[in-house]
């Protein structure tokens, strides 16, 4: 149990367009999800925190305005870019919780490049 | 903020040997956990220890142990008997309730066959 799916793996988009990722919990529900970012050889940072039913809350320094966090539903949580640009490229990796301390599972991670 | 330090971008260790990984970490909380992640080339993140601060047992699953000295704030994770499937990157991670995370910048794993 406990699967996290995360679509797509890769992506590329033009400069200036949008592009969503999907987070789906596959076997249970996910009262919240995470949306982590990593560049080439370095760590995860967490970007945002996502609730169902309400806004997400973002770490100090991430756009809310670029990066739109949606959770619309206890299975699914979308990441938008929006207006990417090259130095949007990146992995990213959500992470969904079923609550209280049961841990949590890790997406298999989208490649995005911004040409 | 909290901050989690690996000091060791790079490790290698010899096949069937023990290898030790460092990490620390600076926080203000007196409850928190700690965990180890494991990252292959495939990029997805593998959970292979954790621990939680209010805990003074050191945890240990299999060939995986820590060594967790909360006044230092100093979480190592020990492998013992390395396999060449352990090769990979290594996050130590912090996290103030058990679910959203902070990274260290990682340690590059090599296992010498």
């Known amino acids: 149990g406990a699967v996290v799916s995360q679509h797509p793996s890769r992506v590329i988009c033009k400069s200036g367009t949008s592009v969503k990722i999907e987070c789906r919990s596959l076997?249970?529900?996910?009262?919240?999800m995470f949306w982590y970012r990593q560049f080439p050889k370095q760590s995860l940072m967490l970007m945002a925190t996502s609730n169902e039913g309400s806004k997400a809350t973002y770490e100090q320094g991430v756009e809310k305005d670029k990066f739109l966090i949606n959770h619309a539903s206890l299975t699914l949580s979308t990441l938008t870019v929006t207006s990417a640009h090259p130095e949007d490229s990146s992995f990213y990796i959500c992470?969904?919780?079923?609550?209280?301390?049961?841990?949590?599972?890790f997406g298999s991670g989208t490649r995005l490049t911004v040409v | 903020a909290q901050t989690v330090t690996q000091s060791q971008p790079e490790m290698s260790v010899q096949e069937a040997e023990t290898v030790t990984l460092s990490c620390t970490y600076d926080?203000?909380?007196?409850?928190?956990?700690l965990f180890w992640y494991k990252q292959p080339p495939s990029r997805q993140m593998i959970l292979v220890i954790r621990q939680e601060a209010y805990k003074q047992q050191n945890a240990t699953e299999n060939r995986f142990s820590v060594n967790f000295q909360k006044a230092a704030k100093s979480f190592s994770l020990k492998i013992s008997d390395s396999q060449l499937g352990d090769a990979a990157m290594y996050f130590c991670a912090y996290s103030p309730t058990g679910n959203q995370f902070y990274f260290g910048t990682g340690t590059s794993l090599t296992v010498i066959p």
């Open positions: 926080t203000s909380e007196s409850d928190y956990y």
């Open positions: 992470s969904a919780s079923k609550g209280g301390w049961y841990g949590y599972t």
């Open positions: 076997d249970f529900q996910a009262t919240t």
